[in-house]
């Protein structure tokens, strides 16, 4: 079983950036693919981004150019670098590998 502890939210201003990290542990040998969901307040969650252990990704247009994700095998670390973020970015961040992380909120606010 994978378990998977996330870090990096917080309250932005639009226009400001922020780095989520998600560090997974457990059955890691299992892993595939690792991504980044959000929830906003009363609506489904959604994807946001996803990284294959072979490095290939895919964005939500709505993030395309201004979030990417990487990971760090050999820490079994995915990251998610958020740029160029708006309002509409607020959500609660989760990391998937299999299993889902407690969540990191973000909000973008002036």
């Known amino acids: 079983q994978v378990q998977l502890v996330e870090s990096g939210g917080g309250l932005v201003q639009p226009g400001g950036s922020l780095r989520l990290s998600c560090a997974a542990s457990?059955?890691?040998?299992?892993?595939?693919?690792m991504g980044w969901y959000r929830q906003a307040p009363g609506k489904q969650r959604e994807l946001v981004a996803r990284?294959?252990?072979?490095?290939?990704?895919n964005y939500a247009d709505s993030v395309k150019g201004r979030f990417t994700i990487s990971r760090d095998n050999a820490k079994n670390t995915v990251y998610l670098q958020m740029n160029s973020l708006k309002p509409e970015d607020t959500a609660v961040y989760y990391c998937?590998?299999?299993?889902w992380g407690q969540g990191t909120l973000v909000t973008v606010s002036s």
């Open positions: 990284i294959t252990s072979g490095g290939s990704t």
């Open positions: 998937n590998a299999g299993a």
């Open positions: 457990g059955s890691i040998f299992s892993i595939y693919a």
